[in-house]
């Protein structure tokens, strides 16, 4: 791991790892970011491997501006007055996916909604604009621990797990973005942040404040309660050591029960990071009509294998939700 003045040259040597499908922590306005190539499932896969976090939550993707962010979410006009307001900035906006998004079905933990936000600080903007794509950001630090705002606290939590920290020195806001939902009729307060109430409700009136958000500190000891979770219209069977005819197979590893209608294969190798990047797109693809469930091998609970199992645990879980997908 390396700390490193902002340059142009260690910016460009930044943006180089990002492309390569590396992580590298920087700085923005808010606390320092754990950054990955947004379209890239496995940059995104190795971001909850270094935090080593049990779960998958979605991550904010990180764009130069609004022109920016209309590549990858249906843009609206409401969005278009809060990012002329507060963007460059701490205010992230969580729209629909648009047709094609290249941003990765883990970044956003499998739901059709993108987390967006153009920050202001200098060196994180440098960093978009010389990788040339969106950068996926949770805060630079292993699960559980606080955020950093500073690039030495980086460098105490993630070590060796990031090859490259910018140092822009302290971070200026301290507190994380304010995350609004902009997919419903109202927009919907669903993180407090560096954008106030007040401020947002004085470009677009009044605003909700998600149910889901408890008053007091407690959201900020549970983030993962916050959002809703994609789960499979199917039923799913977790722990599958052999296959039904009418069942679509989420293999793992190289030996395979035959038999199933469907079957796509995590990792063939038996690598948990593969299985991660490929999670999601491929849960979606196994639910579909003919199918009559999704049956799981069993996948270890080391590493990125504990958020994979919970995820899908929740997915087997999850009768109440299942919309007719
Ligand atoms: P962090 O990356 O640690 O700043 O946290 C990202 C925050 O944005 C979390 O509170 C997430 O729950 C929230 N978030 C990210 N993407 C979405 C989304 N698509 N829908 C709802 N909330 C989201
Ligand atoms: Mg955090």
Redesign the pocket.
């Known amino acids: 791991m390396r700390v490193a003045e902002p340059t142009a040259q260690s910016v460009a040597e930044a943006a180089r790892l990002l492309r390569d499908g590396q992580l590298v922590a920087f700085p923005t306005e808010t606390v320092y970011g754990l950054g990955g190539d947004a379209t890239n499932d496995r940059a995104v896969a190795a971001i909850f491997e270094a935090k080593g976090r049990p779960q998958f939550?979605?991550?904010?993707s990180h764009v130069l501006d609004a022109t920016e962010a209309q590549k990858f979410v249906c843009w609206t006009p409401t969005a278009e007055k809060l990012a002329a307001r507060f963007w460059p900035g701490p205010l992230?906006l969580?729209l629909p996916r648009s047709p094609g998004s290249p941003i990765s079905l883990l970044a956003?933990a499998g739901?059709d909604?993108?987390?967006i936000r153009a920050p202001s600080h200098p060196v994180a903007q440098a960093l978009i604009r010389a990788a040339g794509r969106p950068i996926a950001a949770?805060?630079a630090n292993r699960s559980g621990a606080v955020s950093p705002t500073r690039a030495e606290h980086v460098a105490e939590s993630l070590g060796e797990r990031v090859p490259l920290i910018l140092d822009g020195g302290p971070c200026l806001v301290g507190v994380?973005?304010t995350?609004l939902?902009l997919t419903g009729t109202t927009p919907t307060l669903?993180?407090p942040g560096g954008a106030t109430r007040e401020a947002i409700e004085a470009v677009v009136g009044p605003i909700a404040v998600s149910d889901a958000l408890p008053s007091g500190d407690s959201a900020r000891k549970s983030?993962g309660q916050?959002?809703s979770h994609y789960a499979p219209a199917r039923p799913v069977r977790l722990g599958a050591i052999s296959v039904g005819a009418d069942e679509g197979l989420l293999a793992f590893g190289p030996t395979v029960p035959q038999g199933a209608m469907l079957t796509y294969n995590l990792s063939p190798s038996g690598d948990l990071g593969e299985a991660a990047a490929n999670l999601f797109a491929m849960m979606r693809t196994l639910d579909r009509p003919g199918i009559g469930r999704i049956a799981v091998m069993p996948i270890p609970e080391t590493g990125l294998g504990l958020a994979i199992n919970d995820r899908l645990r929740r997915a087997a879980a999850d009768d109440g939700s299942r919309r007719g997908r």
């Open positions: 939550n979605p991550l904010i992230t969580v956003t739901l909604t993108v987390a949770p805060s994380e973005s995350v939902d669903l993180r983030p916050l959002e």
